[in-house]
């Protein structure tokens, strides 16, 4: 196959002037460089096409491709990861990982947890803040954990994401509104174990592939899988590899988990975010139907290398389990 590979680089937008922080989600040239010897050493053909400006410019021109690898996040709005799929439905050609109804809800945390709560699915308490009004009306009891509604590698997230005062609520909520112009969402904090659980598919095709438990080393910021935490983990976090034998959290997270993913209607690879609460019940927090693909710094890499599973196997089961889907969509749209 000829495969398209659609990207955010992050030097790119370094080099355009855009701050550290804001290019957090962005990829790094050595990504791309290892996904496209990946595809290749499957046998296929790449073509780098870079983000969605790029593909709208090749797209008029006249290019095409058998299927697009898709990795892009954009740059603006909570619809930002729906941008290349949406572009790439419209044209008819098929790419990896989910289509621009799930991308677009699973950025935005408070619409994804409706979702999951109104399927039954464990999720804390939670409400989306704007104002000071919206805040005090706030109806669940301290603490509580914030954090920018549509956001992802934990931008935002600091210590202070923790709140243990209800006065300082409104103060710490206006703080991060100021910063990334959009809601708030404030949860019911969870005491527990964190986790992330790895899955590849879609529907009764999909499988939780391993477990990674969040430890924090000493110099970490506290109890939170914080910005400066993620951004510095080779240094800062110790991901443990849980199996749900003889652990029961890990085993009723991962059927958390699926049952998530299938809900949402996420496809062929990414992750799912669970914490414990007081009494160790595992809770959904997030999707991340389009889950970071650095060979040792993205969480579904560094699990899947924990578990045996080379890079280049990965992105053979994310390709197989996107051709399948397609040519499953095929036949049932000529039938």
Known sequence: MKIGLTYDLRVEYLAAGYSEEETAEFDREETIAELEKAIRSLGHTTDRIGNA???????????????????????????????????????????????????????????????????????PDFALV????????????????????????????????????????WPLCRKLLEEFKQPVIVEEFLPGREFTMGIIGTGDRAEVVGTLEMGLR????????????????????????VRPEGDPQVREGEGTALAAWRVLGCRDAGRVDLRCDAGGRPQFLEANPLAGLHPTHSDLPILCSKLGIPYGELIGRILRSASTRVEHEANRTRA
């Open 130 to 169: 704007g104002t000071a009004v919206e805040a005090a009306a706030i109806r669940f009891a301290p603490p509580y954990f914030i954090k920018p509604v549509a956001e992802g590698t934990s931008k935002g997230i600091t210590p202070q994401s923790i709140v243990r005062d209800r006065a300082e609520l």
């Open 53 to 123: 400006r790029r593909l709208v410019e090749r797209l008029v021109r006249g290019d095409r491709w058998d299927l697009v690898f898709n990795i892009a996040e954009g740059l603006r709005g909570a619809g930002r990861e729906a941008q290349v799929p949406a572009i790439l439905d419209l044209y008819e050609i098929p790419y990896t990982f989910s289509d621009p109804l799930v991308m677009a809800l699973t950025l935005h945390k408070g619409h994804t947890k409706r979702v999951i709560r109104d399927a039954g699915i464990p999720t």
């Open 218 to 241: 000493p110099g970490a910021e506290n109890n939170v899988y914080s910005y400066v935490n993620k951004e510095q983990c080779e240094e800062l976090v110790d991901y443990i590899l």
